[in-house]
């Protein structure tokens, strides 16, 4: 099996076509505006018009969840495909609540570039630097999208040096906007600085602004100070070496940034460009055991992320998965890694908030939901021909716990199986203390918010109401038997702070950082590793 097939051939042809991004933002920012605008400027492959948005808005909620609408969060995730030029792009959505960064870590997994967005007037936000934190790790290359330029606020130098100083990522500006937030007269693509971009808003009417290119002794003249102080600034970043440079910037040193205002679509073409011309396409992806799989190797995909009764008329339960190589056939049996055993993707879909329809085929860098996939879990991989295994996804550190108990005692199966549902789901970490047994499981989130979630599904999803109690621990550490004995015998922390994980490992509980680096110091020969923080 030592040649590529026509079929794995394709795989790489396509696969060079396509872009797969999330957008990451501070809520309130502008993500569902700029997922909007992206859609509507190129053309939506999946259903259109159906954009996440908050709840009321538009009226293109994702409302599966009514907690979600009533929160005005997206707990969900969906995945949106477009074409612009010859290119295809698949659009993530990654939550944005903090409470679930979990989620948009695994989401993060599958994707290869992120469009940071950030509003002009707010700058660098709490949620921003998570995400960012988020993708750093994980060497995903990122694109800035300055939003809202049509608003008052910050100056365009000082945003960059924001960026430089706390990410210690080089902007290089792509485009430069001409006139302060709150008085945009244009852009100026600095590949092109001999023009400026002019967008004019209908009076009173429609949303997208009409694009109009004006030439630079024009754009002098009709603007003065504007055009000339953009210009001055663009010879300043000249001078300092602020170009875009794509080497660094798949190596996650610099970024290219744009600005905008996506509710007037201002700049948004030009983003739209940038994902195709500067995002990677889908490339080869590391194996755990070492060495990587082509984008032209036989199919394999990795599961980033299991949803459960997305549709409430079906009560099914959808396994998201990116096509990593190879062509995905909707129809062929594959084998699942973690088991060897073979997986039938008979039910393959493309997933869009509630929306669906059958995907025949998929290359990599697009996004299957396979639907009724009990067997499988985040993390996994889904191969044929050669064997494949992806790195597992890690675990992030949870900083709250809670134990739950059925309310309703008579409920205690459903309320086991609710727990196992939500624990493949990856809703929340399950763990198992040996003082309370399998029968009063012990929670952990990485946010509160997921115990909401958990309380809301248990209660309608399996009507087995649950009854939680928080427990006083905000620190996790992995640790071996020794450290389990020792904190057994510890009268700093008590037998409660050990739990077990599904897969067996021990964790030690502390209430703070403080009595976990005193513990370790009182133990020097007990294991106590510091989980993946969910953001460091
Ligand atoms: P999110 O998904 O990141 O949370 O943000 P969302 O798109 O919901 O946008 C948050 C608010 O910011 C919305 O206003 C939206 O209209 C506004 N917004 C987004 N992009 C721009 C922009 O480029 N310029 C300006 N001026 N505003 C922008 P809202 O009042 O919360 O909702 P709505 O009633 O306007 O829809």
Redesign the pocket.
């Known amino acids: 099996m030592s040649a590529v097939s026509a079929a794995d051939r394709q795989a790489a042809a396509e696969a060079a076509r396509r872009r797969t991004f999330a957008v990451i933002?501070h809520?309130?920012?502008?993500?569902?505006?700029?997922t909007e605008a992206l859609a509507l400027h190129a053309h939506a492959i999946t259903s259109a018009g159906a954009v996440h948005g908050?709840a009321g808005?538009r009226g293109v909620a994702s409302d599966w969840m009514e907690m979600e609408k009533a929160r005005g969060i997206s707990v969900t995730s969906a995945v949106l495909q477009f074409a612009h030029r010859d290119a295809v792009l698949n659009l993530l959505d990654t939550p944005?609540h903090a409470d679930f960064s979990e989620d948009t870590y695994r989401v993060l997994a599958a994707v290869d570039c992120a469009v940071m967005l950030i509003d002009a007037a707010k700058g660098l936000e709490e949620q921003t630097r998570k995400l960012f934190d988020v993708c750093r790790h994980r060497g995903i290359p990122v694109i800035t999208f300055v939003?809202?330029w049509?608003?008052p606020g910050r100056d365009a130098l000082e945003l960059l040096d924001e960026i430089e100083s706390e990410f210690r990522l080089r902007p290089t500006p792509v485009t430069w906007p001409v006139g302060d937030a709150g008085h945009l007269r244009g852009l100026i693509d600095v590949r092109e600085p001999e023009r400026m971009l002019r967008y004019t808003r209908a009076p009173g009417g429609a949303r997208a602004a009409a694009e109009e290119s004006v030439p630079a002794d024009r754009a002098a003249a009709e603007e003065g100070a504007d055009w000339a102080r953009a210009i001055e600034e663009l010879e300043l970043l000249r001078a300092d070496g602020a170009e875009h440079d794509q080497g660094s910037f798949l190596a996650g040193k610099s970024t290219p940034v744009f600005f905008g205002?996506?509710?007037?679509n201002i700049g948004v073409r030009l983003l739209l460009d940038a994902v195709v011309d500067l995002a990677p396409p889908p490339g080869a992806r590391e194996l755990a055991g070492g060495g990587s799989r082509p984008v032209d190797a036989p199919f394999a995909g990795l599961v980033f992320k299991v949803q459960a009764n997305m549709d409430r008329a079906h009560r099914d339960r959808i396994a998201f998965m990116r096509v990593c190589s190879g062509v995905f056939e909707r129809g062929t049996t594959v084998i699942r890694a973690a088991s060897g055993k073979p997986f039938a993707t008979k039910y393959a879909h493309s997933v869009f908030g509630q929306d669906r329809s059958s995907v025949d085929v998929a290359y990599p860098g697009d996004v299957v939901g396979l639907v009724n996939a009990t067997a499988l879990r985040v993390g996994d991989t889904l191969y044929s021909g050669k064997p494949a295994a992806f790195p597992p996804m890690p675990t992030f550190a949870p900083e709250h716990f809670a134990v739950a108990r059925p309310a309703d005692i008579g409920r205690s199966k459903q309320f086991r199986r609710g727990i196992a549902q939500l624990d493949e789901e990856g809703v929340v970490q399950v763990l198992v203390s040996d003082l309370r047994g399998e029968q009063a499981p012990v929670l952990a989130a990485v946010g509160p918010m997921q115990f909401d979630v958990v309380a809301h599904r248990m209660e309608h999803e399996f009507s087995a109401p649950v009854r939680l109690e928080p427990l006083p621990y905000h620190v996790a550490r992995a640790t071996d038997a020794a450290g389990a004995d020792a904190l057994n015998r510890t009268r700093l922390v008590t037998g409660e702070g050990l739990v077990r994980s599904r897969d067996t490992t021990h964790l030690a509980l502390f209430p703070s950082r403080w009595q976990a680096d005193s513990f370790a110091r009182e133990f020097p020969g007990a294991r106590l590793e510091t989980l993946i923080a969910a953001h460091t």
């Open positions: 933002s809520p309130d920012a502008g993500k569902s505006t700029l908050k808005r944005g939003n809202k049509d608003r205002a996506a509710v007037s």
